[in-house]
């Protein structure tokens, strides 16, 4: 069983910052992709960000220089660092790892994600 446990939402004020982390833990073999994805009410869920395994990153249009994702492969954690934060930025953060894990078998490039942490952006 795998499982992704995001933490660091809440409440911040415009301008502000915020980091956001995410373990990944189980029988884990290697962890390919993770990421960062968000939906604000009455939306579709959007990229935020992604890093690969290698740690080349990717954002999405919306938050590019002002949110620095980065993991720690060691750890199996992900961190989004979020700064110059605007009232656009809220919603329902999830994290998500592309990944390969040993059960009676081993499964390649199985796709998990955590059950999301709440950013809001208000004064």
């Known amino acids: 069983q795998v499982q992704l446990v995001e933490s660091g939402g809440g409440l911040v004020q415009p301008g502000g910052s915020l980091r956001l982390s995410c373990a990944a833990s189980?029988?884990?073999?290697?962890?390919?992709?993770m990421g960062w994805y968000r939906q604000a009410p009455g939306e579709q869920r959007e990229l935020v960000a992604t890093i690969a395994a290698g740690g080349r990153p990717n954002y999405g249009d919306s938050v590019k220089g002002r949110f620095t994702i980065s993991r720690d492969n060691a750890k199996n954690t992900v961190y989004l660092q979020m700064n110059s934060l605007k009232p656009e930025d809220t919603a329902v953060y999830y994290c998500?790892?592309?990944?390969?894990?040993?059960?009676?078998?081993?499964?390649?490039?199985?796709?998990?994600w955590g059950k999301g942490t709440l950013v809001t952006v208000s004064s």
């Open positions: 998500n790892a592309n990944l390969d894990y040993s059960s009676v078998v081993v499964r390649y490039g199985m796709n998990y």
């Open positions: 189980g029988n884990i073999i290697r962890i390919n992709t």
